[in-house]
């Protein structure tokens, strides 16, 4: 983070939210000082005004290295140390913007509040307030940033609720518990870097396929779909 970027390359336009000119002009010359996070975004402050904000898109990811780009490389930040910063994004879907307003760009990307940060009181209110169902709710990015598809089955299987429960029908006791079990869960995917064949034996995560044993019964895993999504559960243990 002490290396100042000397040379910028956008191989793909598609990515640039805020233009490659600007994010160049913004950079190029300035040092990168740390990494943070709000939901599904990437923070990266530099030694100015500016941040680049990084979104991955499902499946991009970073990767720091001397060597040639890696495939699906899109934009590259190389340093006065002849590393560069790859930002690899195989679907087109990640998204590299420039802001000097965090507070003002989650506004303007409507991005709620993050669900690792959040604190239990703020979300029982929310969740109290929200209608419809329990998974729609968990990947809603304005309500709560930082849940998607995985990780919201995830979170539904360990804390034993149905994909389509109602929020209505959730009580004090239920959304205690699935506050504690969404920090956990999320936890436990940093820190085994969101890898699935890293993640411990009683997730549902390494199991996402129709008919496969669920860890805690042993009954078939089943899959369904709610708007649009499919999603995974065990019929057995998420009544």
């Known amino acids: 983070m002490d290396q100042k970027i000397k040379e910028i390359a956008i191989e793909d336009t598609k ?8 994010i160049k002009d913004s950079l190029k010359g300035h040092k990168l000082t740390k990494a943070e996070r709000i939901g599904k975004y990437l923070l990266l402050p530099t030694n100015t005004e500016h941040f680049l904000v990084m979104h991955f898109g499902m499946t991009g990811w970073l ?7 890696p495939e699906y490389t899109k934009a590259s930040f190389t340093f ?3 590393y560069s910063l790859f ?8 998204r590299l913007h420039i802001t ?48 998607g ?4 089955d995830e979170i ?19 959304l205690g518990k699935l506050y504690i079990q969404m920090k956990e869960v999320l936890q436990v995917a940093i820190e085994h870097q969101a890898d ?7 997730f549902i995560i390494p199991r996402r396929k129709e008919g496969e044993p669920c860890p805690y019964c042993g009954g078939e895993v089943k899959k369904e779909k709610l708007s649009g999504r499919g999603f995974f559960y065990c019929p057995a243990c998420q009544q």
Do not use: W
Not at 15 to 22: D, F, G, I, K, L
């Open 156 to 174: 539904l299987f360990q804390t034993g609720l149905h994909p389509k429960t109602k929020l209505s029908d959730l009580n004090e006791a239920h």
């Open 63 to 69: 990767d720091y290295a001397k060597d040639e780009p």
């Open 80 to 82: 006065d140390n002849g």
């Open 15 to 22: 990515v640039a939210a805020t233009s490659p000119e600007t």
């Open 196 to 202: 699935p064949k890293k993640m411990p034996g009683h």
């Open 100 to 147: 000097d307003n965090i507070h003002a760009f989650c506004e303007q990307m409507e991005i709620g509040p993050d669900a690792l940060a959040i604190r239990e009181d703020d979300f029982l209110r929310k969740m109290k307030r929200k209608k419809g169902m329990l998974k729609s709710a968990l990947m809603d990015q304005k309500f709560l940033s930082g849940i």
């Open 149 to 152: 598809n995985i990780y919201s």
């Open 87 to 94: 930002f690899v994004n195989p679907r087109k879907l990640g």
